[in-house]
């Protein structure tokens, strides 16, 4: 059977409400949803000239200044429970010299050991989205308008503790120098087993990723590939060391490969085994990211950073 992704229009009133695209994304039966020009070109644009003039982000044809440089999150890299130990999710053979990921926003999968202190950091970082926008596109918003659509039945609301304080909205995240997501999982619960977060009642997370910029080289650009392929246990040995494809080839894994343009938002299920090639191009790749917790019978949809 044809594994593809679903694309719906943001305009469009009809869409989903005969279908729960979230519930098919939670069950694997699709590999993601697309909503094509969620945002305009330029308007990517303008919000690309609003982070470097901010200095939040930095211009990839000159030299990466130091702070970035100190600030660069490795490849790979989250952290399990109070842990304050960085994990890799793989081994890292590669010369991350020039690889720089640089994060505006709070993530909880880096920051999350230190309850008090990621809950703070996204307390600022939700101050920062405030305004950041002021004047242009709010790409957050836009992006939970697309995953309203896709769980019409559902509150969407920004993941909260128990005591109302907010985790980070969303994230934006920008990867230079070829900076490359391996195959990998992302779970609060299976793999980070934050147990001392409410997004951990969730029983499915996903993503939602608005892409602001490509990078390309020599006419490919970076891209996701979402493999058919929940984690499990047994996956994890072969994502370790980097040969998940011996793993897909041996089990005829089918994998769909989502190619975006800026603009471009989708959604996935982070428990499927996917991965972002990276292309050292001249430009960076930079996207809104954002996870999300979802349960069938859950009135609420959890967002966070
Ligand atoms: O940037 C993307 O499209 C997805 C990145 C990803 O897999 C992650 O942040 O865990
Ligand atoms: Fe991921």
Not at 25 to 31: E, N
Not at 115 to 129: C, M
Not at 240 to 264: H, M, R, T
């Amino acid at each position: 059977m044809n594994w593809n992704a679903v694309e719906v229009d943001l305009r469009d009133n009809e869409c989903s409400q005969d279908r729960s695209l979230i519930g098919e994304l939670s069950r694997g039966d699709i590999p993601a949803t697309i909503f094509r020009r969620a945002i305009g070109r330029a308007d990517c644009e303008a919000i690309m000239e609003r982070l470097v003039e901010r200095e939040l982000l930095f211009d990839a044809k000159k030299d990466v200044p130091l702070r970035f440089r100190e600030e660069s999150i490795p490849e790979g890299h989250y952290r399990e429970g109070k842990s304050d130990k960085s994990l890799q999710a793989w081994r890292n053979d590669s010369n991350g010299e020039r690889k720089i990921r640089i994060d505006i926003g709070s993530s909880l999968g880096y920051r999350g050991s230190d309850r008090e202190s990621f809950l703070k950091h996204s307390a600022e970082s939700n101050q920062l989205f405030d305004n950041l926008f002021d004047g242009l596109i709010d790409p957050i918003e836009v992006l939970y308008k697309g995953l309203q659509k896709i769980a019409p039945d559902k509150k969407v609301c920004t993941a909260k503790e128990a005591d109302g304080r907010l985790y980070g909205k969303a994230i934006i995240r920008a990867h230079y120098g070829g900076y490359s997501y391996a195959p990998h999982f992302d779970s609060v619960r299976r793999r980070e087993k934050r147990t001392d977060y409410q997004a951990y009642r969730f029983e499915h997370q996903l993503a939602g990723v608005l892409v602001l910029q490509n990078t390309v080289l020599d006419g490919i650009s970076a891209q996701c590939r979402i493999h058919q392929c929940f984690w499990e246990p047994e996956v994890q040995p072969y994502l370790s060391d980097n040969n998940f494809y011996e793993y897909a080839d041996k089990n005829q894994i089918p994998n769909a490969d989502i190619v975006l343009e800026p603009g471009d938002l989708y959604f996935f299920n982070t428990g499927c085994i996917h991965e972002v090639p990276g292309v050292d191009g001249e430009a960076a790749r930079v996207v809104v990211a954002t996870f999300i917790g979802y349960s069938d019978e859950d009135p609420e949809v959890f967002v966070w950073s």
